[in-house]
């Protein structure tokens, strides 16, 4: 678990360097980093975005809120050997790649499927919700938001490859292609 104190006067990509889905809750809970209007700069301090969008007083329960997403965004995550061993186990999984169509050319892990528009929909819509799937992508950034997204739509056993297909390589499978 992450355990870097977020104050009000850090900047917004220093919390996000060390939350990384810090953005993603703050647009959740209160509409703040998600679109031009609600935007904020790397360089604006906690403090500032919410005082530019006049809740200053909602800055402590902000940061209450992003370490609660980070334990949430934890616990979405399988490291590379969990997930091996699951495999290996027998336990079904369906894998998942959210990378650009260009980067699964690179390399890809074996038995994944790319997700598309059609396959999302499929997800949602006729896919047991108790489905065991595990998202990745280069680093496990984009796989966390795709496991976010999902498991917000009803799919409990959802995950996201921490350290993504990167890690896997280092860790599991030496002879994958790394970029």
Known sequence: MLTKDITPEMTMMEIMDVYPGAKRALFQ??????CSSCGFAPSDTLEEVF???NRPDSV???IDYIYESARVDEEMQIDPADLKAKLDAGEQWRIIDVREPF?????ELPNSEILTRE?????????PKDTNIAFYCHTGIRSLEAASYFKGH???????????IDRWAEEIDPSLPRY
């Open 51 to 53: 005082i530019k969008h």
């Open 29 to 34: 809970k209160y509409h703040i980093g998600g």
């Open 119 to 127: 396959m999302a929909y499929e997800i949602l819509q006729k896919w």
């Open 154 to 164: 009803g799919l409990p056993n959802v995950k996201s490859l921490s350290g993504g």
């Open 60 to 62: 402590p329960e902000a």
């Open 103 to 107: 980067e699964a050319q690179i390399v």
